[in-house]
């Protein structure tokens, strides 16, 4: 993937969520800060099916005024469980866009 496809990724996603994009200097530093978000973009070419579909079914049995959103839960004995939360941006800035 071009450099350029990621950069300009990082700076739609920036301009989307009202923040700014930091230039990758090599120190470990988020992609994208927005208020109170450290965002890290990742961009590729296909998002893996099961993920895609788990989010149309969110998108699907949602109703009017709720947030759909995935919850992947990572199980393994011994261990905390780590839950990491999916929401289509898209569905995200349209609420925002409606409260506001």
């Given at each position: 993937m071009s450099g350029e496809r990621w950069k300009g990724a990082e700076r739609?996603?920036?301009?989307?969520?009202?923040g700014v994009r930091l230039p990758n200097s090599g120190r470990g530093q988020p992609d994208v800060i927005a208020g109170k978000l450290a965002v890290q973009v990742k961009t590729r070419k296909d998002l893996p099916g099961w993920l895609e579909?788990?989010?149309?079914?969110?998108?699907?049995d949602a109703e009017a005024g709720q947030q759909p959103v995935v919850i992947l839960n990572?199980?393994?004995?011994?261990?905390k469980a780590r839950r990491v939360l999916v929401a289509d941006?898209?569905?995200v800035l349209q609420d925002t866009?409606?409260?506001?």
């Open positions: 739609e996603i920036a301009a989307l969520l009202g579909d788990a989010l149309d079914q969110a998108i699907r990572r199980v393994s004995q011994g261990q941006l898209a569905h866009e409606m409260a506001g």
